[in-house]
């Protein structure tokens, strides 16, 4: 039997409220600059309470024709592929296609009940920073096959999925990351569409509440492994612990059998996952309404079996007394992360910068994030492309500029850095949701060529 749950809608003085509180940008204003929160030991000031929760919406204002974002010196960016629908992963496959996720959130009632006037309001935030869009449910494939840094080629390489994301091939199958389900396709070099039925790998927390919804996907070195992130179904556990269960978390999967066990917990919303060395290291969103100049977003090295502090505690071992009951004896076990990415910037996409050729501070033994932007700090933080430096294992200093702008002298978001990857070439390939284009960065020393003409597989 379909459940149904009931839509709380806003009526009278508390609905104009909440409607004044988005359209005015209610709340605090931070007191520290964006930088405090960035790097090993980020400033961490007393949590700021206030009557309704801070929000500052940049709303959404796609680019104007031929203008882009601003690339840092000594670099270039340009269209790779436009007139998408919300892309917000990229994926490059061995021959040098890409591989896009065209998705937005899926129908979610329970969250929809649960929330009531809040989520009413929440509606009107997302909508107006352009991420209200029904989902597309599809992954488009791009082809540069003249090499001239712009793809020619596109065609829908499978439709019908369920909120994908995350992506990845191992030998002959593609993996995928949709919101409820780890799935497979058949693939051969060549492809532009996928030839075989979708497979059902393994179940991935999702059901009708699914508040952070969209889960990522890496592999292990050999292939025998597959890591999922799936982020928790709350803030700070509002609604209560029964709805985490294998949320916020990081999943391993046994590729052959689809066995799978939770790696490590307490990530309030992993997404983008990347390997440095044979250290995983994941980009994680922290939690809301402490105020402006908390809680940092941050990147951190995975351990087997480690706990991070959601819901009991942020940032290592600082209690968060909204989560009940208190859990010390969890506190206590807490990790402190090990990069924080600054408060609110929304830190989605991370990719290791091996192979890449942008020259100048962008070794290639860093990592690249996209910071989809914030919408409840003000002034805002993140709307770019930042690139994190690492001296062998760790990261070394401060963050540094790779692609900005995406901010209106009006505060007008024209595009949201979203999933970062480093094609083929050297190049960095940028998913812009609001844009709905994929940008490409390149450096002096990038090949010119992102890989020679692919024929299509044969019939």
Known sequence: MALSFPVRRPHGASALLALACVLSACGESALLRVDA???????????????????????????????????????????????????????????????VAETNAPERPLRQALLGIRGWVMGLVMQRAGAATPSADRITLLRDADGDGSAEVRSVFLDHLHSPLGMALVGGELFIANTDALVKVPYQAGDTRASGPITRVADLPGGPLNHHWTKGLVASADGSRLYVSVGSNSNVAEHGMEHEEGRAAIWEFDRASGQGRVLASGLRNPVGMAWQGDVLWTAVNERDELGSDLVPDYMTSVRDGGFYGWPYSYHGQNVDTRAQPPRPERVAQAIKPDYALGNHTASLGLASARGSRLGGPFADSGMFVGQHGSWNRKPPSGYKVIYVP???????????????????????????????????AGGLLVADDVGNVIWRVTGATTTARLSPPVPPAAP
């Open 37 to 99: 929160g960035y790097g090993a030991d980020p400033a961490l000031p007393p949590p700021v309470k206030t009557v309704l929760p801070t929000v500052k919406v940049a709303t959404a204002q796609p680019w104007p024709p031929g203008e882009a974002p601003t690339a840092a010196a000594g670099t270039t960016v340009q269209l790779f592929a436009n007139q998408l629908d919300h892309p917000r992963w990229v994926y490059v496959l061995p021959n040098g296609d890409v591989l």
């Open 390 to 424: 690492f001296a062998g294992a760790r990261p070394s200093g401060p963050p540094v500029d790779v692609l900005t702008g995406f901010l209106s002298a009006e505060g007008q978001a024209r595009g949201r850095p979203v999933g970062v990857a480093v094609d083929r």
